[in-house]
């Protein structure tokens, strides 16, 4: 479908963005309560011994996760392809077919193999069923012991990456584009929005940190900045294509990381290896100097990985703590103090999504610069 | 009867740890500013880092506390 015309007047372009943004602001709360009954209500049903205890962390924690299919709204789940390398090949099918189901309960049979799913994790099904009606063994702490097939499904958090690439990439070509259109004229429409954002990049982190060699690192900064902070906006944004919690997933904070490291080993000069490993000591002290600057490699990454999910899940967890105090009470006046709260936050989110952004790039260039610095 | 992991006075205690960190950092460049405003962008980017490394030490403790339990 073509929406092209929707945009065709400065007005219009800017009544849809604004009403883009309020309604952020206004139904964020609004869903997570909504999602919140829900859950309550279910709750409720399947325990009615103890209505009133509302497992605060369990539930945020569950919100946080990854999933395998899309909670939309109420009942209505977004099926997602559940892709399973298992000893007889791949096996793939819609994560609908569980129904909802994550308490290993349903069993699906797909080329003579059993699954079930618990927890969010698939599970090989057991032959028989255990006293609470799940199909998998349990330990003392009800976690699973089956054996799990290979799961490379299409999550939620993976479903995110690509909705955030397509638009990445949508954006960034086009600017591209505009810039090759108009080569030495002043930027127009999308790209003068992005201009300024893109001169942030190059002027304040990769200049200050990069000195005269900052031009080879410019796209791996920008691709890392505009990543991070575009999965922050869209964690931020709490129904449909936002929602999952991209940058607030450990593994994906970890990759990033981990390119990080990648540029610094790979582009550390003599200067920055010497002073690994040789430094200007007495060399007695290189038994204990020597190991702490090895493992200094590791822990800048892994330190810049940790800050961003960390960052980021906590902004997800405070949010849904203010809106679950509402059932921890089970009183509607707590929402008087609580959805307020909820928004403020919201809006310190927001800010923190570009300042997490902005850490992240700016600690890259760090790194890189102290490995690729001349010797004065 | 308190019942439960101590891992969220761990967590708090961090939490008061960089909370006179970050305090400290922003009462600083807030002197610096006032001396200096014209040099008021560069406190700001040096201050947020600063507050940024601060800020991690505290959500490590998050972290380790939602780990331990």
Redesign the interface.
Known sequence: MDCSHVFDFKVNRLTVVFTLFLALFFVTPLLYAQEDTSKAALAAHAKPEDEKKFNL?KFA?HHIADSHSWHVIGDYHIGLPVILYTQSGFVSFNSNEFHGDDEAKLVIEKDGQRFVKMHEKIYYASAAANEEGEYVEVDANHHAKNARPLDFSVTKNACTLFISVIVLLAVFLNVANGYKKRKGKSPKGLQSWMEPIILFVRD?IARPNLGHKYERFMPYLLTVFFFIWFNNMLGLVPFLPGGANLTGNIAVTAVLATATLILVVTNGNKYYWKHIFTPDVPWWLYIVLVPVEIIGIFTKPI?LA??L???IT?GHILVLSLIGLIFVFNSLFVSVVSVPFALFIGAIELLVAF?QA??FT??SALFIGMAIEEHH | MITGSIAAIGAGLAAIGAGVGIGKIGSSAMEGIARQPEAASKIQTAMLIAAAFVEAVALFAVVVALIAN
Request: aromatic share 14%.
């Open positions: 962390g924690l304040d330190a940790i800050r999910f960390a960052n906590a300042i902005f850490i700016m600690l």
